[in-house]
């Protein structure tokens, strides 16, 4: 069974600081997605990038940037100068291919406070 | 605006009522999901519906809780004899394509209180 841990349950940051949210996943199949989701505090959650697991290129999309590594299982999340618009719950996902359809099994999220 | 509406946004209830949940797409979708999400946690998957179909029950899914999607548009979701343990965010998501890698949009969600 598949299973996406979420090892920090609550970062505070000053704005304008990096910051770095990890996620480590397990899985048994060989294609397999990895989400990151974004859920302020007006409850939605918002989709941030997905990669697929032949994809391990880094990708960077404004202050966003993650950093995939399949020899640690890892689906790491940076923010670049951080902003107070920042601070939301962060969660990691996963999606096995043979599962059928999209059913998302997420970690139990990262709660980030970006403060003044 | 994630093109998905949840109504009510809050519920309270006794314990041994039955509720239901309603979520509208705003915009058509092809599947929509339905999972719940308890204070600390992330969302967990209960049931998903290609059209009006029901393709699969997650097995947090007792057979207190039932869904429907008659008409292949909006969804409900109706739970009986409620247990406290039923407390929860519950979150409708759409997506367009079957595929796994597909994003999903969330609706914000009917948080439910037991008493």
Known sequence: AQKVTQAQTEISVVEKEDVTLDCVYETRDTTYYLFWYKQPPSGELVFLIRRNSFDEQNEISGRYSWNFQKSTSSFNFTITASQVVDSAVYFCALSEATGGGNKLTFGTGTQLKVEL | ?115
């Open chain 2, 1 to 115: 605006d994630t093109g998905v509406s949840q109504n009510p946004r809050h519920k309270i209830t006794k314990r041994g009522q039955n509720v239901t949940f309603r979520c509208d797409p705003i915009s058509e979708h092809n599947r929509l999901y339905w999972y719940r999400q308890t204070l600390g946690q992330g969302p967990e998957f209960l049931t998903y519906f290609q059209n009006e179909a029901q393709l699969e029950k997650s097995r947090l899914l007792s057979d207190r809780f039932s869904a429907e999607r008659p008409k292949g548009s909006f969804s409900t979701l109706e739970i009986q004899r409620t247990e406290q343990g039923d407390s929860a965010m519950y979150l409708c998501a759409l997506s367009n394509q079957a595929a796994a890698n597909e994003k999903l949009f969330f609706g914000s969600g009917t948080q439910l209180s037991v008493l």
